[in-house]
Nanobody
Framework: QVQLVESGGGLVQPGGSLRLSCAAS????????MGWYRQAPGKERELVAS???????IYADSVKDRFTISRDNAKNTAYLQMNNLKPEDTAVYYC?????????WGQGTQVTVSS
């Protein structure tokens, strides 16, 4: 069973940066597709970015050129570097692990962008 632990959220001013981390345990991390999703109050959960085991990435249009997803297979960790943050980026961010038909989610980390 996969366990995911996110960290790195917090309060930041508009234009600031944060880096989220997602540490995975108990699995074949290097074979997985890792993703970051977010859910704002009153909205559905949406994909922010994902990275395959081969390093191919996908980004939501709203975060392209501002966010970067990466992974370190030696550390079983995925990252989301978020730059030039905007108030509309405020949400709970969730890490997702996917391998074949198996999915696992982290507990979420709050990101608040406000002056």
């Amino acid at each position: 069973q996969v366990q995911l632990v996110e960290s790195g959220g917090g309060l930041v001013q508009p234009g600031g940066s944060l880096r989220l981390s997602c540490a995975a345990s108990g699995t074949m991390f290097s074979l997985s597709t890792m993703g970051w999703y977010r859910q704002a109050p009153g909205k559905e959960r949406e994909l922010v970015a994902s990275i395959t085991r081969g390093g191919d990435t996908i980004y939501a249009d709203s975060v392209k050129d501002r966010f970067t997803i990466s992974r370190d297979n030696a550390k079983n960790t995925a990252y989301l570097q978020m730059n030039n943050l905007k108030p509309e980026d405020t949400a709970v961010y969730y890490c997702n692990y996917r391998l074949a038909t198996y999915n696992a989610w982290g507990q979420g980390t709050q990101v608040t962008v406000s002056s």
